[in-house]
């Protein structure tokens, strides 16, 4: 009977994912799943054999008061460390059930635990220590409380981390060969814990979408592994839809930045970059800088105008203004659309929703592959707080750090506009020569202050 | 062995049906889409609810305490922002 109701939780999860598929079906899905796990918890409650259920229900108090207050308070921009928390909170869930589960055996004689769930156990326990200590990394670098943006490298740290790996696994048989409460157990946790970090600490910050993506799979994963310990089907599925989930949005933004999979885990990517801007632009160039009033008038008397905005629009708090600008203009019936590059914010799928956040309705928000044909035709593109996802060295130029990643073509626009603070290079220190093109006008000045300004120019017109 | 095999049969069927239903959700929506199965991978907290609850040592009953105050906090805090979250996407009107 409880096995029935896990496998309605599981077809609700599924149910759920499924019908993310549009934004007008995910707000029903999202509560299908989440009726699909209440039925879960209250039959394991009502038949799962539970005897304290003081300390049960205690836990369950305290981890909703918890979970609630994280869901309300935390800012759309902080979504990525919220995400990353949670995923490191699954993690560690997962390799304390499995721990757990080691502790009864040990305790009861009765019973030996198969070769199927130890081998489990010792698997829950690496990845999902791993994942914790991971996540708690990728978290403390998205709140720059430690480590900064740039990744933390010294020599011979890929053999080190290969080296705890086989050391994890040289642990792991010990302990399939004598499951027990014993060194091997504190061994092999300990090592997962140290390799998750130094497994996370070489990536740096322009990285972090990647890294968050993949240690959404391992939490899936160290769910499902649990699953494997517990002999729980409702937790191998769930877990497995979560690691296919991670794997995928790992996949896009690898490709997204044309990176492949092993280099953001191993490259360090952003320590050797700023080598390369240092070398720095070669001779004088000229910048048209334009002023409010000049581009209020060309925006007023476009058709089309895209806003292409980067994750400088969000630190700028710029999203309102922009969209109060964007209001200001479809006033006077110009068409708008937004440009969103699949790094654009911090994790897969950012910028959507901080642009959302902003009531922009979501009809406006315009994938890069479906965008980039209509630049040719677009009278203007406002590029605000987005460097590198809108830098046509990125097709041109061979030498170019960035070469190959695909871009928003905004430099095919009749008039280009951008909204920077001053002309240095962004987070990764790659030069833009998008700034120095005729059709492109400069708008110097902070994100925010400057989208109010044009909405007041273009007002006064 | 035999439940082993079944296992690990629903383990890959369970992958096939996560690539297939995954890979059909917008990029607009993946954020909410990574809030949402953080709730999902919360589904631990059975697992350490019973950990917790038929618990035949004090050790025992702690380490499930905790699995169960973290999974929970992804359970409800994974599904509440992404309802947040969702609430937030519009057409136009």
């Known amino acids: ?461 | 062995m035999e439940s082993l095999v079944m296992m690990l049969t629903v383990f890959v069927l369970a992958v096939f049906v996560g690539f297939e239903v995954i890979s059909k959700v917008p990029p607009l929506l993946h954020t909410p889409l990574m809030s949402g199965s953080n709730a999902i991978s919360g589904v631990t907290v059975l697992g350490a609810i019973i950990a917790t609850g038929a618990a035949v040592t004090s050790g025992m009953k702690w380490l499930g305490f905790v699995a169960v105050v973290l999974a929970m906090t992804n359970v409800v805090g994974g599904f509440t922002v992404t309802h947040r979250m969702l609430g937030m996407f519009r057409r136009k009107k």
Request: net charge neutral; charged share 15%; hydrophobic share 50%.
């Open chain 1, 1 to 461: 009977m409880l096995n029935l109701l896990y496998l309605l939780a599981a077809a609700s999860f599924i149910f759920a994912l499924k019908m993310l598929s549009s934004p007008k079906t995910a707000v029903v899905g999202n509560l299908t799943g989440a009726v699909g796990m209440l039925v879960a918890i209250v039959a394991t409650l009502y038949a799962g054999g539970v005897v304290d259920f003081p300390t049960v229900l205690a836990g369950i108090a305290l981890g909703s008061l918890f979970g609630l207050l994280l869901a309300i308070f935390t800012p759309m921009t902080a979504m990525p460390e919220m995400v990353g928390l949670l995923n490191g909170f699954g993690g560690a869930a997962s390799a304390l059930v499995a721990s757990a589960e080691l502790v009864r055996v040990h305790h009861t004689a009765e019973e030996s635990l198969g070769m199927v769930a130890i081998i489990a156990i010792s698997l829950s326990l690496l990845i999902g220590w791993v994942t914790f200590t991971g996540s708690m990394v990728a978290f403390l670098r998205l709140r720059e409380w430690i480590l900064g943006g740039r990744p933390t490298l010294f020599p011979g740290q890929h053999w080190l981390n290969l080296a705890l790996f086989l050391a994890s696994v040289v642990a792991a048989v010990f302990l399939v060969q004598k499951p027990e409460v014993g060194t091997p157990f504190y061994v092999l946790t300990g090592l997962a814990a140290v390799l998750g970090v130094g497994l996370t600490i070489p990536i740096g910050g322009a990285d972090m979408p990647v890294v968050i993506c993949l240690l959404n799979s391992y939490s899936g994963m160290a769910a499902c592994t649990t699953g494997f310990v517990l002999n729980n089907n409702g937790l191998i599925i769930s877990g497995s839809l979560v690691g296919a989930s991670g794997i995928i949005l790992t996949n896009i933004m690898c490709k997204a930045m044309n990176r492949s999979f092993t280099n953001v885990l191993f490259g360090g990517f952003g320590a050797t970059v700023q080598e390369v801007a240092a070398a720095g632009p070669d001779g004088p160039k000229t910048v048209r800088r334009g002023d409010a009033e000049e581009a209020a008038m060309i925006l007023e008397s476009a058709r089309t105008v895209v806003i292409a905005p980067g994750y400088g629009m969000a630190v700028a708090q710029a999203q309102h203004a922009v969209k109060e600008l964007a209001d200001e203009l479809a006033k006077r019936g110009v068409d708008v659309k937004y440009a969103i590059h699949p790094v654009a914010g911090r994790m897969p799928g950012h910028m959507n929703v901080l642009l959302a956040e902003a009531q922009v309705p979501y009809d406006q928000l315009w994938e890069m592959d479906k965008i980039n044909p209509l630049f040719p035709e677009t009278d203007v593109v406002l590029v605000i707080g987005a460097n590198d996802v809108v830098n046509p060295a990125a097709r041109s130029d061979a030498s170019s750090p960035i070469y190959g990643m695909p871009i928003l073509d905004v430099d095919r626009a009749r008039t280009v506009m951008v909204i920077k603070r001053s002309l240095n290079p962004g987070f990764a220190g790659i030069d833009n020569p998008l700034y120095y093109l005729p059709n492109t006008m400069m708008l110097f000045g902070d994100a925010k202050k400057m989208a109010l300004e044009l909405a007041e120019a273009i007002r006064k017109l």
